[in-house]
């Protein structure tokens, strides 16, 4: 099978990962539970973990390093602490559901700072106009179906310049794009572990300030066991219950991985794949590529429709040839809305670290055998 949906979650993970979640399994227990060797270890492995992912995100201090079970998990607990019911939030046009369902479920006034696909400065435009009086704002690093990375470092000194909070959705960006979380001066940065950052499934990292963050759920943590109320300080505060140490032990050498590979090495591995990916297709009329004009616009995934061909019918074609690519909407219709391809939907190819040129030469060669 070639493998081009990691924009989904990356199915490959270096061996090291594979490794670190089964000896956890079998040597870990429950850090802050005792003061024994299994829970001294998963102790041990949850802070090298949060000073690895502080390092990698220039985060002042590794407590404000939070494990969720998933982006959408510290998406909740960041639109939460900053917005209730009718509170005026700025999103892009970008945003995937996990931003979007949060804020309609809490009844937010949700404006969209709606800007054409790859014009980065329309973006900043229309970030500019909206955030005038707004509690809070939401943009995506970058669009999940179109791989356009968002000029989300001038929007946050747009957010700083209007004192307006931002949150910053760091799914498809987290792994192969730079994020400085103490130069952004965001409120929080959500992403998953087991996208880019190459950990399981079932990890997910927030980044915060102190001074924004509320529980989401409430519960043990190990700490301040007398009292009813959570925690007053990071990360017990946003973390109760048990720990999966399993998956951050994973996840701690997903990132020792990127950090030996460096993050701009794998970007421009995946950029190089993309750009081969779609030469093979650019001259054929009968595909219609979601392209950047300038490449620096555009991370590694790549959306695509073709003509005559529904894109669920094209990506069932596609997995026929061993080809395992997403279509649809990709759990994002304001962006699909933004782009013009909401009632069509798109076929999204997606390229990672271990993906090959001879494999996406392949499934360029697949395409081209379903348009005949």
Known sequence: MIYLDCAATSLQKPACVRYAVCRAMEQMSSPGRGGYESAMLAADTVLDCRLALADLFCVRRPEQVIFTSSATHGLNIAIRSLLGPGDRVVVSGYEHNAVWRPLHGIGADIQVASSPLFEPDAAVEAFRRALPGAKAAVCTQVSNVFGYILPVERIAALCREYNVPLIV????????????????????????????LLGPQGTGVLLCREENAAPLFYGGTGSE???????????????????????????????????????????????????????RLRTDGRVRLFRAPDCRLQAGVLSLQLEGVDCEQAASLLAERSVAVRAGLHCAPLAHRTAGTLEQGTVRFSFSPFNTLGEVNAAADAVLDILG
């Open 225 to 279: 066991s007398r009292q009813a109320d959570m925690p007053d300080f990071l990360p017990d505060r946003l973390e109760p219950g048990t720990h999966n140490v399993p998956g951050i032990a994973g996840l701690l050498e997903g990132v020792r991985w990127l950090q030996k590979k460096t993050c701009p090495a794998l970007l421009y591995h995946e950029r190089q794949l993309l750009d081969a990916f779609a030469g």
């Open 169 to 196: 959705d760091a799914s498809q960006g987290a792994g192969s794009l730079g994020l400085d979380f103490e130069k952004l001066g965001c409120a929080f940065a959500a992403m998953p572990g087991h996208k880019g």
